[in-house]
């Protein structure tokens, strides 16, 4: 049996541009974005330090072309994807490579005014008339109710 291969990124940290959006010859709407996420260390001296990790983000399609109008330079988002390596040839003719993030979700954090503050999530968002960020399927923050209390033995299925 041959091993499966995982290729999984799941990242959060803020923005360091404003997102940039173009299309392929095809119509496709394509959003790059940059962000920085923060490692911890201890330094020579052995005081923690934050150590910034730089990641260039691929959105492709409509979540792409949201990603672009909403979001802006330094705020936080957290990002589900795949790693991707490519080679390219720079206008000098060196070879360079390099992996990029190709998002599967981007997930908004903080508020629209939040950018800069920190990696906070305030809750879910309202629809975009009512001041919010985008429109939300609010079912996930919605309490399930709990499972009815069985103290018989017999139904423990160990």
Do not use: H
């Not at 968002?125 to 399927?137: E, F, K, L, Y």
Request: aromatic residues 6%; hydrophobic residues 35%.
């Amino acid at each position: 049996m041959a091993a499966t291969n995982i290729n999984r990124v799941v990242i959060t940290g803020n923005l360091t541009r404003d997102p940039e959006l173009r299309s392929t010859s095809g119509g496709t709407s394509v959003c790059s974005l940059r962000i920085a996420c923060n490692t911890r260390r201890k330094g020579a001296s052995g005081e923690w330090e934050d150590k910034p990790n730089y990641f260039d983000v691929t959105v492709w399609g409509a979540q792409g072309e949201n990603c672009a109008r909403y979001l802006a330079k330094g705020r936080p988002v957290a990002i589900d994807g795949r790693l991707e390596w490519r080679e390219f040839e720079t206008r000098e003719g060196q070879r360079r490579q390099a992996i990029d993030i190709i998002a599967d979700s981007v997930q908004f954090l903080g508020g629209r005014d939040d950018a800069g503050a920190g990696n906070g999530f305030s809750g879910p968002s309202a629809s975009v008339a009512g001041g919010g960020d985008v429109p939300i399927d609010d079912r996930d923050f919605q309490s399930a109710p709990a499972a009815p209390a069985s103290t018989a033995d017999d139904d423990i299925p160990f």
